[in-house]
């Protein structure tokens, strides 16, 4: 056993009926990481996510964690907890007994099992809370008594269902911050399972991009933003421009537009067609006309407080481009509708997708 | 505005309920409290004698035998709902409703007709009887029909699929997270069942024993046909107070007696679904 995995996930697949959630995917997770399961809604992630606690079965493929084979093994005789989307507390018991139903089950009693409720009570910072009952907390504090009902037993991994969906905004960037301390306080393995790409670059160290079963790109956060692997991974990471052409000899070409260079042209054959990527906050944005810059019509601008977002028409094709200006710049004050502007972007900013 | 609305919309069915129940129940009531007279009918003078008649112990026993039986009758419709309804919530939702139908289809036929229906199956000569002889079980017929069991059997049969009913709405509502919880958790089946299952669908065993219970104490065609007449229940005690004896009012004071336990276990089951929907996220 290779003490750099803690989780091997080799060749799974699943099946409902036609569909197909996984598709002979695998994975190794080391111990100690926070590693996020990133995709849209039917990608697959949930059923992967439930695989490793036990309740489904793969059709193919074998889990294994820490060495041993989980194949076979009930989801409660394995040092796995989940920490349910919907929370799934137990309404008729209050939060102590809530939390401590684990230890409970593995036959903590008595004074121990109350010392390590109010261990469990204390490192989610509920502790004046333990006698309500679920239906008399507010969502940020059910979520905080699934946590720390998940992690009592210390689990060797713990699985976390979209943690922080049911929260509104604020709870959530609070309890991003919140959900990391804790990770590195207890030294557990989280296996966060999410479709909000800000939650899981945040939070995790790892990404797994999944589309249609599989895995489409795999890497640590500033990798998924900034080298996309493909459309879907550049599309559904933050917000992207995209540009069909085609690589010649000296650049890009960009019919209509002209020919532009980009960060990993050399590594693409010419004439291969391809679509260039440029991020929103990677344009810049000129009030004047200058060389190489196109120029454009302004068709729509949308104020986010730090940012400004303008959407601007091409001029020579047609086409649509997004910008994000930050607060700062000269332009945010004094753009209107229909106004001519010129952009531009670094050619080291731009990237290739082969698809 | 949105009073007078709502005044309108209840006021047929208050409407309705008021002449077609509380006042004949009032009526009832009031009859409870006067003598009988000579020739059967009412002598309007006012008398507590028939409250203290029904606790004689002749009528008391009878009562008392009445709770056996239904109570008996509960808790086999219980043990016999409990696995069907569990079954019948973790199907997949579009196979939920025929078994639903197929659990109530028995009332699309007559009550009184499936009461027959039994004696046919529990007598000497019945398919039960000549099953058993014929298989060679048993060589003389048993005693299926006229006794505790077979009106017990008449009415688990009849009341099982309201508890069925009940429990399904209860444990349906349950959702399989809080199952999964607990078994994440480390509890094996049983555990997950007595821990997390049963407790939480106590208000749906509450609301189907109680229909069960309430059911079967007030009915007399399942005795009438099933037990005989020496195994009277209370049910049958009223309907000859009423229409063999011509005892009105005492007939007025056992029917108020067993309106008003009734009415005490449905105010009862009435508050535990609102508890229920209170303590439900």
Known sequence: MDANVLLEINGISKSFGAITAVDDLTLRIAPGEFFALLGPSG??????????AGFETPDRGQIRLAG????????????????????????????????????????????????????????????????????????????????????????KLLLLDEPLGALDRKLREQMQI???????????????????????????DRIALLGQGRIVQLGRPRELYEAPVNRFAADFIGMMNFLPGKVTADGVALPGLGVFQASNRSDLPQGVEVVMAIRPERLRLYAEARAAALPGAVEGTAYLGQDLIVHLRLDATGQMLIARLTAGHDLTRDITTGQRLWCDWPGAQARLLAD | MVLSRRAVMLAPGLGWLAL??????GIIFVHSFFERGIYGGIDYVFTLENYRRAIDPLYLRIFLASVRIALTATAIALLLGYPA??????????????????????????????????????????????????????????????????????LVYGYVPFMILALYSS???????????????????????????????????????????????????????????????????????????????????????????????????????????????
């Open chain 2, 85 to 154: 309804a569990y079954f019948i919530a973790l199907q997949a939702k579009r196979r939920q409703m025929p078994l639903l139908i197929l659990i109530m289809l028995p009332f699309w036929s007559n009550y009184l007709i499936r009461t027959y229906a039994w004696i046919v199956l529990l007598n000497r000569e019945g398919l039960i009887n000549r099953g058993l002889i014929d298989l060679g079980v048993i060589d003389t017929p048993l005693s299926l029909l006229y006794n505790d069991f077979a009106v017990i059997t008449g």
């Open chain 1, 68 to 155: 041993s084979d989980m194949t076979g093994i009930k989801p409660n005789r394995r040092p796995i907890n989940l920490m349910f989307q919907s929370y799934a507390l137990f309404p008729h018991m209050t939060v102590a007994g809530n939390i401590g139903y684990g230890l409970e089950m593995e036959g903590v009693r008595g004074p121990g099992l109350k010392r390590r409720v109010g261990e469990a009570l204390e490192l989610v910072q509920l502790g004046a809370l333990a006698d309500r009952k679920p239906h008399r907390l507010s969502g940020g504090q059910r979520q905080r008594v699934a946590l720390a009902r998940a992690l009592i037993k210390r689990p």
């Open chain 2, 171 to 281: 444990i349906s509502k349950l959702g399989p997270d809080l199952r999964e919880a607990s078994t994440d958790l480390g509890a094996g089946a049983w555990r997950t069942f007595l821990r997390i299952t049963l407790p939480l669908t106590l208000p749906g065993i509450a609301a189907g024993c109680i229909f069960v219970f309430v059911l079967s104490i007030g009915n007399f065609v399942t005795p009438d046909l099933l037990g005989g007449k020496q195994r009277a229940m209370l049910g049958n005690l009223i309907y000859g107070q009423f229409l063999t004896a011509r005892d009105w009012p005492f007939g007025a004071a056992l029917a108020f007696i067993l309106i008003a336990i009734m009415m005490l276990l449905l105010s009862a089951q009435a508050w535990l679904v609102n508890r229920e929907r209170e303590i439900a996220p």
């Open chain 2, 20 to 25: 077609l129940l509380v006042i004949p129940c």
């Open chain 1, 43 to 52: 990608c697959g992630k949930t059923t992967l996510l439930r695989m490793i």
């Open chain 1, 178 to 204: 919140e959900l990391k301390r804790i990770q590195r306080d207890t030294g557990i393995t989280f296996i966060v399972v999410t479709h909000d790409q800000e939650e899981a670059l945040t939070m995790a």
